[in-house]
């Protein structure tokens, strides 16, 4: 038996008003090649200046990371020729990075897991290509744009893993509200490497790596079925070639493009023109208190403090927004399970059904306590309050306004249930006697009877217990 392992290299391109190094715009959808300044196209004498916004944010994902930080960070030149890097050369940190040596924590079915970060660097992005049957179009827009490469120690062992960190990855970006982290935008890719060793084996074994796979459900197949090549090719007695393989998502396999044995030498050198950074303990302490809880210790308080299943807490800490509105809710004096309760049904449901965002539904976590409270204590039915709740929402109402003109007020007392229970057996005289034979389901229709005279107004679990009682009595 082989078990699998797998490094991953995460590109995240940073939020910024310009570029890394340049004063042209960082904008997604522009007009191509309107985003593009002489320093993107590496002209003659250029001299690139380092943002300081983009390089606070990649040092604020570090931090997030758990890396070490260095007190002086520098940049380095890649050398290699591509159409997409009109510099010749791509600026990136090799030597001084951002950070190093951190970790991200992930809980795969209820097991948590710490996976290791090598390093994490900021560098810019290259050009965008699109290619056609007899030519290329180049859009440097793109060329230049902030990007943190994030690499992992090869420490995962299944596409499961994978997908976990790098959905913890993009949520991470998120909440530290450092980059949008859109797949279907390209602005989170990854490079994947996967090799298999024997089980008890020490040696990690021969790598392929697949470059450049922009949506995590092709990131999973591409693992499975590398998984899948390796392990057929050596159990039928053959070797892994050290080589660069293409993932295809049409026919879902992988194809060689090169192997690494004629890997570039990229010639680092320190870049000249950008004279290194310090980094002082100021700003670290700085970044840091601008870094919010962040997802995987707030799904740990949810469960641990509030009593949630991890399900449910999963789902709460997503989205920075859904779990503040939650938090908020609490803050208002609801109960967690039942705000929770509330908010991963019916309210994650409408915005998903609207695609809207939580910040921009009517119902405030105020009125969503006040609608918990009309319930428990009595006053309506929790089958009321779901249909006020789909009706503050999709009527932008107040759910109190709600309850008070529609006159839907649950009966809750037992003597004006008791009424109406009289009432509906005196008009089923039958009933008791059945119920004494042995029918005891006609309590669901008495129920049901009394439920229709009362337009559902009564307290199910009241008019229960008083039909019950005369049943028996
Ligand atoms: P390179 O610089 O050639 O890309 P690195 O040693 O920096 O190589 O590794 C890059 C990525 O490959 C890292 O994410 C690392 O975890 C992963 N990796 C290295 N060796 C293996 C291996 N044997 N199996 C799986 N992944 C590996
Ligand atoms: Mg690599």
Redesign the pocket.
């Known amino acids: 038996m082989y078990k699998a392992?797998?490094?991953?290299?995460v590109h995240c391109e940073l939020k910024s008003n310009s570029k890394n190094f340049s004063s042209a715009k960082n904008t997604y959808s522009s007009y191509p090649n309107s985003n593009v300044t002489t320093v993107d196209m590496g002209f003659p004498g250029i001299l690139p200046v380092a943002n300081k916004e983009a390089f606070k944010k990649a040092l604020k994902m570090a931090l997030a990371f758990h890396c070490e930080t260095p007190d002086i960070v520098t940049f380095d030149r890649k050398n290699y020729f591509y159409p997409d890097l009109p510099k010749g050369y791509q600026i990136t940190q090799m030597k001084k990075p951002v950070g190093v040596n951190g970790y991200v924590m992930i809980n795969v079915d209820g097991v948590d897991k710490k996976v290791l970060i090598?390093d994490t660097h900021l560098e810019e992005d290259t050009a965008s290509l699109d290619h056609f049957t007899n030519y290329s179009l180049i859009d440097y827009n793109r060329a230049g744009v902030p990007l943190l490469e994030t690499?992992?120690?090869?420490?995962l062992s299944s596409s499961k893993e994978a997908i976990a960190f790098l959905e913890a990855l993009r949520s991470m970006f998120l909440y530290c509200d450092t980059s949008e982290a859109r797949s279907d935008r390209g602005q989170i890719r990854c490079?994947v490497?996967?090799?298999l060793m024997k089980e008890g084996d020490t040696k990690?074994?021969?790598?392929v790596?697949m470059k450049n796979i922009n949506s995590f459900n092709n990131v999973k197949d591409a693992i499975e079925c590398e998984i899948k090549r390796q392990t057929e090719v050596l159990e039928n007695g053959g070797t892994i070639l050290q080589e660069t393989r293409r993932y295809d998502d049409t026919d879902m396999c992988t194809y060689p493009m090169r192997s690494?044995v004629d890997?570039v030498d990229y010639k680092y050198f320190t870049e000249p023109n950008i004279p290194p950074i310090k980094i002082t303990e100021d700003w670290i302490e700085e970044i840091k208190s601008e870094i919010p809880m962040l997802p995987y210790e707030r799904m740990n308080l949810y469960m641990n403090e509030y009593g949630l299943s991890r399900y449910d807490a999963t789902i709460l800490v997503k989205e920075k927004e859904i779990a503040e509105y939650f938090e908020e809710t609490l803050k208002e004096g609801a109960d967690a399970k039942l705000a929770s309760n509330w908010i991963t049904s019916i309210i994650l449901g409408h915005l998903n059904k609207e695609e809207i965002k939580i910040t921009e539904i009517f119902v405030t976590p105020k009125m969503l306590k006040e609608l918990i409270d009309m319930v428990s204590n009595g006053e309506i039915s929790s089958k009321q309050a779901k249909e006020v709740l789909y009706k503050a929402l999709e009527e932008e109402k107040n759910p109190k306004d709600i309850v008070k003109e529609s006159g839907m007020k649950q009966i809750g007392s037992d003597d004006e249930i008791k009424k109406i229970v009289d009432e509906v057996l005196s008009e089923h005289p039958e009933a008791k006697e059945q119920y004494q034979n042995g029918r005891t389901n006609i309590v669901d229709f008495l129920v049901g009877q009394v439920m229709k005279k009362t337009r559902g107004q009564a307290n199910p679990a009241i008019t229960m217990k008083l039909i019950k009682e005369e049943m028996e009595g």
């Open positions: 392992v797998i490094g991953l290299e090598h690499v992992t120690e090869p420490c490079d490497n996967v090799s990690l074994g021969t790598r790596e690494k890997a």
